[in-house]
C-alpha cells in the first residue's frame, strides 16, 4: 500500500474549512489539483452566502472563497501539495524565493512550525535544506512539528467560575423563561462542552480539558431542569410570578 492509498484508508467523517482564497483563480488551480486526485470538495463564496460565510470565516475582511474537503483527507491535500510544489519548482523559481535568504535554523523552524505556513512554502523549505547538501534529520524535523502541532492544540483549563456562572444563568433563565438568558449561557456551555478545533491534518481536538467539559455537561442538565420547571411553574404551580410572556418569543421553541 502507497503513503497516497494510506491516507484514503482512514473511513468517512465531516467536510471542514481546508484552505481560504482572496483570488478565484487561486481556488480554481487548487480545485484542478483536488479533481485530479479524486478528493471531493465543496466550495463557498461569500458574497452569495453572506450569512454562512459570516460563520465560517468571520469577519467581512476575510478572504471571499473557501474550499471544504473531509477532514479525513487533510494529510492526504497537505502532502499532495506539497508533491506539486516540488515538482515545479525551477532553481529560478528557489534562488528568487524569500526563503533563499533564511539561514538552516530558519528553514528549519518552517517545517518545525508547517501548521503556520503553506504545504508550497514548507515544500520550499526542505528543498532549500537538501539542495545544499546540509545534514538536515528530517524525520527529528518531523517529530518536533508533531510535538508542536499537540502543544498547539492542547485542550485548556477554564476557570470553574466561568461554568458556574454559565449554568446558574442558564438554570435561572430558564426557570424564569428569560428566554435570551437562557439561550445565551446554554449556548456557552454546550461551547464548553462540545467546542473542537480542527488541525492541519485533519484532527479535530476538544478545546477544554475533560474536567471542564465535564463541569459543563452537568451544567447544561441543570438548564435543562429549570426550563421544564420554569414552564411547569408558568402554566400551573405558579411558585413564582412571571410577567406575561409576548408571543414572538415562543417562536424560538
Known amino acids: 500500500m502507497t503513503k497516497e492509498d494510506a491516507l484514503d484508508y482512514l473511513g468517512p467523517t465531516e467536510f471542514a474549512v481546508y484552505q481560504q482564497f482572496n483570488r478565484k483563480a487561486d481556488l480554481e488551480e487548487l480545485l484542478s489539483l483536488f479533481r485530479e486526485h479524486q478528493i471531493p470538495f465543496t466550495t463557498h463564496d461569500r458574497e452569495q452566502s453572506p450569512g454562512v460565510g459570516a ?6 475582511l476575510q478572504p471571499r472563497f473557501w474550499v471544504e474537503i473531509p477532514s479525513n483527507l487533510f494529510q492526504k491535500a497537505n502532502f499532495l501539495l506539497e508533491e506539486h510544489a516540488e515538482a515545479s519548482l525551477t532553481e529560478e523559481d528557489l534562488s528568487h524565493h524569500p526563503f533563499a535568504e533564511y539561514r ?27 539542495r545544499e547538501g546540509k545534514s538536515v534529520d528530517l524525520a527529528a524535523l518531523r517529530q518536533a512539528y508533531r510535538e508542536r502541532l499537540a502543544e498547539k492544540y492542547r485542550a485548556r483549563s477554564l476557570p470553574v467560575g466561568y461554568v458556574i456562572l454559565a449554568s446558574i444563568i442558564a438554570a435561572v433563565g430558564g426557570f424564569t423563561l428569560s428566554f435570551m438568558l437562557f439561550l445565551g449561557a446554554l449556548g456557552m456551555l454546550l461551547y464548553y462542552r462540545f467546542g473542537r478545533r480542527i488541525d492541519p491534518n485533519g484532527t479535530p481536538h476538544a478545546i477544554f480539558d475533560v474536567p471542564t467539559r465535564r ?39
Open 55 to 60: 460563520v465560517i470565516v468571520g469577519d467581512p
Open 104 to 130: 538552516q535554523e530558519e528553514l528549519e523552524e518552517v517545517i518545525i512550525n508547517a501548521s503556520s505556513w503553506s504545504p508550497e512554502a514548507v515544500a520550499v523549505a526542505r528543498v532549500l535544506l537538501q
Open 215 to 253: 463541569r459543563s455537561g452537568y451544567g447544561i442538565l441543570l438548564a435543562l431542569v429549570g426550563l421544564p420547571l420554569g414552564l411547569l411553574n408558568y402554566f400551573t404551580l405558579h411558585w413564582y410570578d412571571i410577567p406575561t410572556i409576548d408571543p414572538w418569543l415562543w417562536l424560538w421553541f
